[in-house]
């Protein structure tokens, strides 16, 4: 499967950013989707998931009440709206997907947010 993320860059805090996550080749039997980021120095975090089918999802504390996750079952895309940003937002951006147990990860885009 490959992953292609899009929709990163620069934004003032307080701004919104929307991700999107495309999924072509082997998609057959995704079941988890994911946004990670990782800042400079600290190590990968999980922000949030969304289970393809049923559309369950969960947040990082950090997120919650700002980022919304969603996803397009047709398009095999996924999506994260971020709201309210913060400069701790400031990182490169994965989206994950996980098919019968294994991960597949994107090249990842980078969201800076300045003060």
């Known amino acids: 499967v490959r992953l292609v993320e899009s929709g990163g860059g620069l934004v003032q805090a307080g701004g919104s950013l929307r991700l999107s996550c495309a999924a072509s080749?082997?998609?057959?039997?995704?079941?988890?989707m994911g946004w990670y980021r990782q800042a400079p120095g600290k190590q990968r975090e999980l922000v949030a998931q969304i289970t393809r089918d049923d559309g369950t999802t969960n947040y990082a504390d950090s997120v919650k009440g700002r980022f919304t996750i969603s996803r397009d079952k047709a398009r095999n895309t996924m999506y994260l709206q971020m709201n309210s940003l913060k400069p701790e937002d400031t990182a490169v951006y994965y989206c994950k997907v996980v098919i019968q147990g294994y991960g597949s990860w994107g090249q990842g885009t980078q969201v800076t947010v300045s003060s």
């Open positions: 080749g082997s998609t057959f039997g995704i079941n988890i």
